[in-house]
């Protein structure tokens, strides 16, 4: 079945920091590409997506791209904020599937320090 | 109010107890899930219901039941529940387009925390 793997946390990091999160995937088809972004006490939203082989998705300075050949999905941010500390999760979507099921990897805890 | 709203946000019960925890989504979806998330392991998709009906029940036990009235509303009634099944629940919606599924992206609500005694 499909299945996403991505780096375990947390990730501590100082401000203005580079920030990279890896994420890779295994799916009998062509799935699209997801990351989700969870702030404390609250639930996940959508940060980027990507839907077909060398897309880029991008969304408050972070940056994803679709690499068919090597099945990832890798998250980065040139200069992070202490607001973004939050866990970030890898997903993605079968579109061949009924509906529109996501399978998540397990999420990394990033933690950014002033 | 807008998105995806879930009540209660925090839940205490204990084994014995019956309760509920609702989901309402203000999106015009078609499509709404249950998800469970529990420390240190993946988000699991427990439920799925598109147009109202179950398409998908990931080998949940018994001890949770959904109820989708409409495609606005999802429940999810817990009932002799188990110490180990204290987690934050997530609802979330989306629009199916067709059979293919669509773009794929979930609109997530905020999550009941629940914590069994």
């Known amino acids: 079945g499909d299945s996403v793997t991505q780096m375990e946390g947390p990730v501590t990091l100082s401000e203005e920091a580079f920030l990279t999160i890896n994420c890779t995937y295994t799916a009998t088809g062509y799935p699209s590409l997801f990351w989700y972004v969870q702030y404390p006490g609250e639930g996940l939203q959508l940060l980027l997506k990507a839907t077909k082989a060398d897309d880029k998705g991008s969304n408050k300075g972070f940056e994803a791209t679709y690499r068919k050949e090597t099945t990832s999905f890798h998250l980065e941010k040139g200069s992070v904020q202490v607001s973004d500390s939050a866990v970030y999760f890898c997903a993605l979507s079968d579109p061949t599937a009924a509906g529109n099921k996501l399978t998540f990897g397990g999420g990394t805890r990033v933690l950014v320090k002033p | 109010e807008t998105g995806v709203t879930q009540t209660p946000r925090h839940l205490v019960m204990g084994m014995t107890n019956k309760k509920s925890l609702k989901c309402e989504q203000h999106?015009?979806?078609?499509?709404m899930y249950w998800y469970k998330q529990s420390a240190k392991k993946p988000l699991e998709l427990m439920f799925v219901y598109n147009f109202k009906e179950q398409t998908e029940n990931n080998s949940v036990p018994s001890r949770f039941s959904p109820e989708c009235p409409n495609s606005s509303h999802l429940f999810l009634h817990l009932h002799t529940l188990q110490p180990e099944d204290s987690a934050l629940y997530l609802c979330?919606?989306?629009?199916?387009?067709?059979?293919?599924?669509?773009?794929?992206?979930?609109?997530f609500g905020e999550g009941s925390r629940l914590t069994v005694l």
């Open positions: 999106l015009g979806h078609n499509a």
């Open positions: 979330a919606s989306s629009q199916v387009t067709g059979f293919r599924g669509g773009p794929g992206e979930l609109f």
